[in-house]
């Protein structure tokens, strides 16, 4: 159950990923909010939402913000960082507050926390570990460490590549969900990680979905793409709060 403190939430995710068999957590921030309100949208790693334009990819982003199955947690905008979109995703969400926490869980002032402890959690958990992200990730990095069993590439642009490629990707999680179970599934591909949690969760929620974000960048694509990689900054220090 979370209880929508920075710190206590981090360390019952961890407790959750290596004790129990079904877990989800989809992450919605300024983003995935601007895409649920149709403002044009993008971002550094080059996804581009445009307004009025990827109404199939906004569709299926809210759908996938209302799912009330026990096990399935939200991170959502913090006061702190974003009180707007606080406000506006508690307003669209539908699951109970035990279900809620921040979707900056991972980063900010836990992000030290993260390197510390993420790996040793998954490798703790004695599952095998799948992960999601641009076809471009160094995942043979992520091998050294990992029991890395499979790799889901999405090229370019996330909000395009579903739109044109829908039938087929929930066509090879459906086969992913049905064939295996127990697994871990890491998700990095922007708002798009959300749909993806959401579809394979309707497909078999026996398994452990977790949206990482940006947090294996230096690792993955071998840059600091976010303040928090770097410490010493506004973000870093941050302890977020509800």
Same mark, same amino acid.
């Given at each position: 159950m979370m209880k929508q403190d920075?710190?206590?939430?981090?360390?019952?995710?961890?407790?959750?990923?290596?004790?129990?068999?079904?877990?989800?957590?989809?992450?919605?921030? =300024? /983003?995935?909010?601007?895409?649920?309100?149709? +403002?044009?949208?993008?971002?550094? =790693? /080059?996804?581009?939402?445009?307004?009025?334009? +990827?109404?199939?990819?906004r569709r299926d982003l809210r759908h996938s913000l209302l799912c009330t199955d026990p096990n399935f947690l939200y991170g959502i905008s913090c006061t702190c960082c974003d009180q707007e979109n606080h406000r506006y995703l508690l307003e669209n969400i539908k699951t109970g507050r035990e279900n809620l926490t921040f979707s900056n869980i991972w980063v900010n002032a836990n992000y030290p926390l993260f390197q510390e402890?993420?790996?040793?959690?998954?490798?703790?958990?004695?599952?095998?570990?799948?992960?999601?992200?641009?076809?471009k990730a160094a995942v043979k990095n992520l091998e050294r460490t990992l029991p890395i069993k499979d790799f889901i590439p999405i090229p370019g642009n996330c909000v395009t590549y579903w739109e044109k490629n829908r039938d087929y990707i929930r066509a090879l999680l459906d086969l992913k969900g049905s064939t295996h179970r127990n697994r871990i599934y890491l998700f990095a591909t922007g708002p798009l990680s959300e749909i993806l949690i959401h579809e394979l969760w309707?497909?078999?929620?026996?398994?452990i979905l977790l949206d990482i974000g940006s947090t294996l960048d230096p690792l993955l694509f071998r840059r600091k793409s976010r303040d928090y990689h770097?410490?010493?900054?506004?973000?870093?220090?941050?302890?977020?709060t509800w």
């Open positions: 920075f710190r206590a939430d981090f360390f019952e995710i961890l407790r959750m990923i290596v004790e129990g068999d079904s877990l989800a957590l989809s992450r919605f921030a =300024d /983003g995935e909010a601007n895409v649920l309100k149709n +403002n044009t949208i993008g971002n550094k =790693d /080059g996804w581009l939402y445009k307004k009025d334009k +990827n109404l199939v990819f402890k993420f790996f040793d959690t998954l490798v703790a958990a004695k599952k095998d570990i799948a992960i999601c992200t641009n076809k309707r497909v078999n929620p026996n398994n770097r410490g010493n900054s506004l973000f870093s220090d941050r302890t977020c």
